[in-house]
C-alpha cells in the first residue's frame, strides 16, 4: 500500500481525497480511519442524501443537455490544473469543442470545464483550511482561475447553494432557486428532489 509518511505516523495515500500545491488533502473522517475507528471505504464514499442529490441532477442533464454539444462527467472527475494541484469533482460539464478524449485519455482532466457542481464538502479541512467556508471558497477561486466558467455548490445542511458565475458576483440562495446551466436551461433543485419521490 503506497503511503505519505509523517512525523507522527504513516498515512495510506487512498485517504488523500485532493493535492494542493503539492499538499495532500485527505478526505473528511481520515483520522477515525488511523484511529480504527473506522474502514477507508466508511469515508470515501458520498452519503446516500449526497448521491440522491447526484443522480437527480444528472437525470436532468442527461435529459435536458444536447450530447452533441456536452460532455458530462461525474464519479468525482480529476481535474489536473498544474503540476502537484489535482481536484475533484462530483459533476463536470464540458461542452465538446473544449475537449478531447482518445484511448491514451489514461489521466485526469487537464482542460476546464465549462461549469462544475459540488455537493457538500468531502475534504478534511482543518490543516490546509481551517473552515469548510475557506476551503470552498478558495476551491472556487482555484475553479474559476482555471477557466471554469460556472461553479454550483450544493449544501445540504440548510438546503442552501452558493452559485459562483464570476469572481466578483456570487450568491447564496435556497434550493428552490432556480440553476442556469445553459442558455434556455435551468433547474430548480428542490422541484427535482421532490420529483424524484423524497420530500428532503
Do not use: C
Amino acid at each position: 500500500m503506497l503511503v505519505v509518511q509523517t512525523k507522527e505516523q504513516t498515512i495510506p495515500k487512498m485517504l488523500i481525497y485532493e493535492e494542493w500545491d503539492g499538499m495532500p488533502v485527505y478526505y473528511k473522517g481520515y483520522r477515525q480511519v488511523l484511529n480504527g475507528e473506522k474502514q477507508p471505504e466508511e469515508i470515501m464514499g458520498s452519503s446516500a442524501l449526497q448521491t440522491y442529490i447526484v443522480s437527480v441532477i444528472l437525470g436532468f442533464l442527461y435529459k435536458n443537455l444536447s450530447t452533441e454539444k456536452f460532455f458530462i462527467g461525474t464519479n468525482e472527475a480529476g481535474l489536473h490544473l498544474v503540476k502537484g494541484t489535482n481536484l475533484s469533482s462530483d459533476i463536470l460539464i464540458y461542452e465538446k469543442k473544449n475537449l478531447k478524449i482518445t484511448k491514451e485519455s489514461l489521466h485526469y482532466f487537464d482542460t476546464p470545464p465549462y461549469m462544475v457542481i459540488e455537493i457538500d464538502v468531502q475534504a478534511d479541512v482543518k490543516e490546509l483550511f481551517h473552515t469548510e467556508t475557506n476551503y470552498f471558497i478558495r476551491k472556487t477561486n482555484k475553479l474559476r482561475e482555471f477557466g471554469v466558467q460556472k461553479v454550483v455548490w450544493v449544501f445540504t445542511e440548510g438546503k442552501r447553494l452558493v452559485i459562483a458565475n464570476d469572481a466578483k458576483h456570487w450568491e447564496m440562495v435556497t434550493w428552490d432557486t432556480p440553476v442556469e446551466v445553459a442558455e434556455g436551461i435551468s433547474f430548480v433543485l428542490e422541484d427535482l428532489v421532490k420529483a424524484g419521490g423524497f420530500d428532503i
